[in-house]
Structures are given as structure tokens and as C-alpha cells.
């Protein structure tokens, strides 16, 4: 990407319907990355059309031109309810983070651990105790998580004989302020 700099001292924003074609090519292109590296869950998840929904639906925010990021209050609904009794007071509200996608020749450059602070400002911001997200079990990510400080509450298994792992994660937040 010609101007790396630039792209990545962007700014958050909100995204709308005018921006799918951006969040839809920024999502398309990390799924075609992971694809690459054997993982094909968001090839097969994410489609043109449930983007624009996200957008219609949900707050979706990016960074410059290089990052996107979903938020929600609502648990995915694909979580069962073993998945949501492994959340720390799960009846609670919180804010979930979902398709945190940053442009594979932006990765590593702090972009994403900048959207994930912004939803936990955002969680602060609203009084609003837990950040919750569920991300593939892959050792970068893991890692990442981690790192931003997210702790593992439990598993998800899909796909044949359960050879997809996901991980269940927190971070309960200072929502004083």
C-alpha cells in the first residue's frame, strides 16, 4: 500500500452504508489472508451482504482506511447457552467486539490494539463493565488478546468433529470512568 504512514495515522470513525464497499474490502481482504494461512472461517462467514447488515444494525467503526471493528451490547447469536454461562456475570450487559480486521500489510503496527482500547473506552465511557469477544484459537491472537488484556473463559468447538477452536474471552473494565 502506497503511503503506509498515512493509512496508519488514521482516525476512529464511524462507518455507515456509504462506507461498505471499504469495511466489505477490508474484511474480504484479511479473509482471503487467513485463507492463505489454512484458516478458512472468515471466507466463509463473511459475505458482502451480511456486511451491510453489520452496518445497518450494529456500530461498526474504522481506522483510516486500513482498520474496521464491529461493536455490539447483544451476545453473538450463534453462542449457545454453555458459550454464554462461561462469561463472567453474563446476564450483564457488555460491550462485544466482533470482525476486528485490519489490512494485512497494516497488521502489526498497533492499529488493532488502538480499536480495541477505543471499545473499551467506549465501555467505560457507558458504564458498561465487560468487553467480551470469541476470536479463532490461533497463537498471534491469543497472544494479542492477552496482551490487551482479555482473559480465556471458555471454548467453542465447530466444524467437523470439532477441529475449529474458538476462544471465549473477557475483560471486565474500570467503568467509573
Request: charged residues 30%; proline residues 2%.
Amino acid at each position: 500500500m502506497e503511503n503506509r504512514e498515512v493509512f496508519l495515522n488514521g482516525q476512529i470513525r464511524k462507518a455507515g452504508q456509504a462506507n461498505l464497499a471499504l469495511v466489505w474490502g477490508i474484511i474480504r481482504e484479511c479473509a482471503e489472508d487467513l485463507s492463505n494461512k489454512g484458516f478458512t472461517h472468515w471466507s466463509k462467514y463473511y459475505r458482502e451482504s451480511l456486511v451491510a447488515r453489520m452496518l445497518e444494525k450494529k456500530d461498526v467503526y474504522l481506522w483510516g482506511e486500513v482498520g474496521t471493528m464491529t461493536m455490539g451490547l447483544e451476545l453473538p447469536w450463534y453462542y449457545s447457552k454453555e458459550d454464554i454461562n462461561c462469561f463472567s456475570e453474563a446476564e450483564r450487559p457488555g460491550i462485544c467486539i466482533s470482525a476486528l480486521a485490519v489490512r494485512p500489510d497494516c497488521q502489526n503496527a498497533g492499529i488493532g490494539g488502538k480499536l480495541v482500547d477505543f471499545a473499551i473506552n467506549h465501555a467505560k465511557q457507558r458504564g458498561i463493565e465487560w468487553v467480551r469477544l470469541d476470536c479463532r484459537l490461533i497463537p498471534s491472537l491469543e497472544r494479542f488478546y492477552k496482551n490487551m488484556g482479555f482473559n480465556e473463559v471458555g471454548r467453542m468447538y465447530e466444524g467437523n468433529d470439532d477441529e475449529e477452536v474458538y476462544l471465549l474471552m473477557e475483560k471486565r473494565v474500570d467503568a467509573g470512568g
